[in-house]
């Protein structure tokens, strides 16, 4: 069995179709012949699948069973008691970043952000745990700093000011 350590997010595939591991924040993602995609959030890691299946076991000494994730699914696992959601997502939402885009639906800006600075060198800094919580929906290329100022200055709750480096998000 291949094994790969995933340090952020990590789009994976079993090209030559021999089963591999992906081993992050504490889980053990096994290949099923799929292509998948690995992403550690701040207080989750997010398992999706477009293309196959994949087996989430406790990387725990036990090797418990997590989740079993089919394509067009996506897992959520909870770093601290590996609690499970499981999602049937658009697989297209799901690679948007492989074409350089950041597609949100119903997450929490801080997410967002997260995703967006994975993808920038300018940040995207959120200032307050209100504009943090605030759920959006959207989809922008991810290097488009415009489109991103314009689509957050249009959320009625929300103000930006740009710097040099960064982007400040906070509550009016």
């Known amino acids: 069995m291949r094994r790969a350590r995933c340090p952020h997010a990590l789009l994976c595939s079993t090209v030559d179709r021999r089963p591999f591991a992906v081993h992050a924040a504490g889980l053990q993602v096994r290949d099923i012949g799929t292509t998948f ?92 745990e209100a504009a943090g919580a605030l759920r959006l929906t959207g989809n922008l290329r991810a290097n488009d700093l415009d489109s991103l100022r314009a689509f957050l200055e249009a959320q009625p709750a929300l103000e930006t000011i740009v710097t040099a480096d960064a982007i400040d998000v906070r509550t009016r």
């Open 37 to 128: 995609d690995v992403a550690l959030q701040r207080e989750q890691a997010r398992i999706s699948v477009s293309e196959g299946r994949v087996r989430i076991v406790s990387d725990a000494g036990e090797g418990r069973l997590v989740a079993d994730v089919h394509s067009g699914q996506s897992a959520r696992v909870d770093y601290l008691d590996h609690e499970v959601s499981v999602t049937h997502e658009d697989v297209e939402t799901m690679t948007a970043w492989w074409q350089g885009r950041i597609v949100f639906r119903d997450e929490p800006l801080r997410d967002v952000a997260d995703r967006f600075n994975r993808m920038n060198v300018i940040r995207l800094q959120v200032q307050d």
